[in-house]
């Protein structure tokens, strides 16, 4: 009888062991495998990238340009159709090209018309001979006078000499334009994820700039701007207003704009601007709220 019951409570203590061994390890992997799975965001870099004034587009002085360009009978068009008010390197770029071509090509019209107009005035080229017909197509059916065709050469260097006034104050304006900061600025923030699951950070985040202690209300910019400022890492999507998707085992890099109407302290914001136009040293970091309002400190880094 007391072997039975020895057996009894040795079998009740070994079921107990494998039972409480059961619980452990379920807990165990149920705790392992939450982490595992879990998202591990880091903030990996911060950089403030200043803004530049641009060039504002001439658009009066265009204008002009459009006009005796037509009236020249030169080039028969515009320069381009249209152009933004201010224009960035690109439009730039452009815009200096097909002026300096335009100018080369005023100049060889200049010349032939110079020389257009001695022969006539000198008699070394018949009125009625084919290179004027060419020339003025509104004479094929008539016989012009020497009068009428200086008349007609005179009006056309006179146009294509304020066309070449016109487009040399534009390629000035130009050349002359010097890249200068604006004061404000886009913050750059690089996201690590080195979990197996994706992560999500708000929009709203908090700019601090060392040694000031209150924050600057920073958010992130859409897709678009995003992918326009960073095209060689590109965003899927994010938007100023819902959260932004960090995939797993990935680098993200978000573009956010300071949120002026949110400023408290509006000196932080002016001595910031400052420092920015001034090339002024200092450090700063960035703090990020995740979807489980978890928060993301960086470090402090330096910017140029």
């Not at 690109?90 to 815009?95: F, Q, R, T, V």
């Amino acid at each position: 009888m007391t072997d039975e019951n020895n057996t009894s409570k040795k079998a009740k203590y070994d079921l107990g062991i494998g039972l409480g061994i059961f619980i452990i390890s379920t807990l165990i992997g149920y705790f392992f495998n939450s982490y595992m799975s879990k998202d591990d965001i880091n903030i990996e870099n911060v950089e403030i990238i200043p803004e530049y004034h641009r060039f504002n587009f001439n658009r009066k002085l265009f204008s002009e340009i459009e006009t005796l360009k037509e009236t020249s009978f030169m080039f028969g068009g515009r320069i381009m159709q249209e152009y933004p008010d201010e224009l960035n390197e690109n439009y730039k770029a452009i815009l200096l090209s097909q002026l300096k071509r335009d100018l080369s090509k005023a100049n060889a019209k200049l010349t032939q018309l110079n020389k257009l107009k001695q022969n006539i005035e000198t008699g070394d080229i018949l009125i009625e001979s084919q290179s004027l017909i060419n020339f003025y197509p509104t004479y094929q059916n008539q016989k012009p006078t020497k009068e009428k065709l200086l008349k007609q050469v005179d009006y056309k260097i006179a146009s294509i000499t304020r066309l070449q006034e016109k487009e040399k104050a534009l390629l000035n304006e130009i050349r002359q334009f010097r890249k200068s900061r604006n004061g404000k600025c886009k913050i750059s923030i690089t996201f690590l994820n080195s979990g197996n699951t994706d992560g999500l950070v708000k929009p709203e985040a908090k700019l601090i700039i060392k040694p000031y202690d209150e924050p600057i209300a920073i958010k992130v910019l859409d897709s678009e701007e995003n992918n326009q400022l960073s095209p060689y890492f590109p965003v899927s999507q994010s938007s100023p207003k819902v959260s932004t998707a960090i995939p797993k085992r990935s680098m993200v890099n978000l573009k956010f704009q300071i949120v002026e109407d949110e400023v408290g302290k509006k000196r932080i914001l002016e001595d910031l601007q400052q420092m920015l136009i001034k090339k002024q040293n200092f450090r700063c970091k960035v703090r990020i709220t995740d979807f489980r309002n978890d928060e993301y400190e960086s470090n402090f880094y330096l910017q140029l």
